[in-house]
């Protein structure tokens, strides 16, 4: 068979009604799913905003209240307003690139791998930051006149969040990163002749 | 853009491009549940893109873009209905198949199968009539790469033809 028959043959599908849409079920799946993908990286730099800022606020004015000279405390909750502030820096320059409109599959690719990279950059600098905030409250809950089931239960705590961020970071960034640079790599190598 | 807007194309779209959607996902989704699970991915990416859409091309390009994009994406990772993270009601299809008019058509659909996501794509763009300019655009590719893989594709089809 000739190609230009397979283009004929090919035609015949745009004049016949091959399949019907069922409206009603594909509204309710559309809602469902953009409620189940709700911008991941959205929701996780709000969060980090606003804890951060909360945070460090609340740390800085408590002690500055209360005089208490704690010069490692209003540090770190300088710290938390900083990075706060810098998070909401950095999502302004990622809602600007997102308004970049691509043209082609590859530079959608592209796309989609600059900003895994931004929620992987996002994502290591928290774990460090997080290491950081741990240090300095364990150095103050330490110095304190914390009981010992205290001081376990803030560690506790510590350690499961900590847990939880590095599980976070490798099970969906790492691997998403993983999926679209397979893909580009796919995509490129198909083309080289 | 308003969300009444944005919906109120989306339709549109769907309404005068569905044959062109429903191409994609059978080439790229091979029973009822995945396709059902492939158009509902096409269509959110659809009409997510409504409001980037700069009609710098004709719609017809821009819809092949984004849904040649998501099916490609979608062929790699898991079918989303599989991983728990969502409860969806699957009792009703979102797309109810007929049978194909012409058993050529069928034999088609199956070479198409057979071919790597890349290829499919080339070959979808080329028997819908684009140019080898704009395969390139939707690719990102250059048109010297597209005309020496559609020439390889045509080949591979027409000896396939041949043979069976």
């Known amino acids: 068979m000739e190609f230009k028959e397979m283009k004929k043959i090919w035609d015949t599908q745009n004049d016949e009604a091959l399949y019907v849409i069922n409206e009603d079920a594909l509204h309710r799946r559309i809602k469902a799913k953009k409620v189940g993908t709700k911008r991941r990286t959205s929701f996780s730099e ?8 909360c ?31 810098y998070i909401l ?20 690719l592209e796309n989609a791998i600059e900003n895994i990279n931004y929620r992987i950059k996002l994502s290591q600098s928290m774990i460090w930051f997080c290491l950081i905030v741990i240090a300095l409250t364990m150095y103050t809950v330490l110095n304190s006149d914390q009981s010992v089931f205290n001081i376990v239960l803030i560690s506790a705590f510590f350690i499961v969040g900590f847990i939880m961020s590095r599980w976070e970071h490798k099970r969906f ?13 796919k995509l490129i190598n198909e083309f080289e002749m | 853009m308003t969300e ?25 989704a091979f ?11 096409i269509a959110i990416q659809v009409w997510k893109s409504v409001a980037s859409f700069k009609q710098q091309s004709a719609v017809t390009t821009w819809l092949y873009r984004v849904a040649l994009n998501t099916a490609i994406k979608w062929t790699t990772k898991e079918r989303k209905h599989q991983d728990g993270h969502e409860s969806i009601d699957i ?6 198949s007929h049978q194909l008019p012409d058993d050529r058509l069928a034999w088609l659909y199956e070479e198409i199968a057979q071919l790597n996501e890349v290829d499919r794509s080339l070959t979808l763009l080329l028997l819908d009539g684009f140019s080898y300019k704009e395969m390139s655009k939707i690719l990102g590719i250059s048109e010297s790469n597209v005309g020496v893989k559609i020439n390889r594709i045509k080949k591979h089809l027409t000896t396939k033809s041949e043979k069976s």
């Open chain 2, 4 to 28: 009444n807007e944005i919906n109120h194309i989306f339709q549109t779209w769907l309404k005068q491009h569905k044959a062109l959607l429903f191409k994609i996902v059978r080439s790229y």
């Open chain 2, 31 to 41: 029973n009822e549940e995945d396709r059902d699970d492939l158009f509902q991915e």
């Open chain 1, 55 to 85: 945070a460090g606020g609340v740390v800085i004015i408590s002690h500055l209240l209360k005089n208490s000279g704690n010069v490692v405390a209003v540090t770190m909750g300088a710290m938390m307003m900083i990075v706060g502030m």
């Open chain 2, 91 to 96: 009792s009703q299809h979102i797309i109810e």
């Open chain 1, 173 to 185: 960034n790492l691997g998403k990163k993983k999926q679209l640079l397979d893909l580009k790599e």
């Open chain 1, 89 to 108: 820096f950095l999502r302004s320059q990622r809602i600007k690139r997102d308004q970049q409109t691509d043209v082609s599959i590859l530079g959608d």
């Open chain 1, 46 to 53: 709000v969060v980090l905003i606003a804890s951060n800022l």
